[in-house]
């Protein structure tokens, strides 16, 4: 379980609802748009390759793999809205940009800390179908197996964003990371009631 929390954390403690989506099917828009199981399944198979390797524990390559491989994932500009619920509509932009920058920097130092430790040997990782709620608005889900636990299920929230996929929300058996973020900043959210 611990494992399964700490990726949970590395991938978006920092960051991001479960959406209980329906089954319904949209064909494909005029342009082509990448699968969004592919897009979680191949950052995942990149984040476990990396924890194996033993430059995990090297700041400044640690802090490179998360800014080149993990951030282009995320979709920043909604998940701050996302987090900031009821109180983005008395924000501006500038509130909003401010708070942006805050969630980022929080959700970098999160990862830095988690995914140092983290070490994703021996997890294996089943994909669910990808649950639709519109064109451009899907969750994957994801089921994390390690010897002697209970699975652990992690569900991403993602927009369609150009020819392909931005998340915006992740759970972990049920925990949303935006949730946790509007609580985290709830002070500073409460000035723009």
């Keep these: 379980m ?6 949970f954390f590395v ?5 991001i609802g479960s959406a209980h989506a329906f089954n ?9 748009i990448e699968n969004p199981v592919d897009t979680i399944q191949n950052a995942l198979d990149k984040l476990q390759k ?28 909604q998940m701050t809205h996302w987090i900031a ?32 430790n983290y070490n994703a040997d021996s997890i ?9 709620r519109g064109r451009n608005d899907v969750t ?6 390690s010897p002697n636990q209970r699975p652990d299920r992690l569900d991403f929230r993602m927009k369609a964003n ?3 996929w931005k998340i915006i929300d992740v759970t972990a058996n049920g925990l949303s990371a935006a949730m946790y973020y509007r609580k985290h900043f709830i002070s500073t959210l409460r000035q723009y009631r």
């Design 85 to 116: 619920g009821p109180f983005a509509r008395h924000m501006n932009a500038s509130n909003m940009s401010a708070l942006e920058v805050r969630v980022k920097k929080a959700f970098l130092s999160s990862l830095d800390r988690h995914l140092s």
């Design 162 to 164: 150009g020819s392909g």
């Design 24 to 32: 319904g099917y949209y064909p494909p828009s005029s342009q082509p």
């Design 11 to 15: 991938l978006l403690f920092s960051v």
């Design 2 to 7: 611990k494992q399964y929390l700490s990726l």
């Design 50 to 77: 990396f924890s194996v390797n033993r430059d995990r524990t090297r700041p400044e390559l640690l802090r490179g793999f998360i800014e080149n491989e993990i951030i282009p994932h995320f979709a920043f500009d």
């Design 140 to 145: 994957v889900s994801a089921l994390l197996f």
């Design 124 to 132: 294996r990782i089943n994909f669910r179908r990808a649950q639709y």
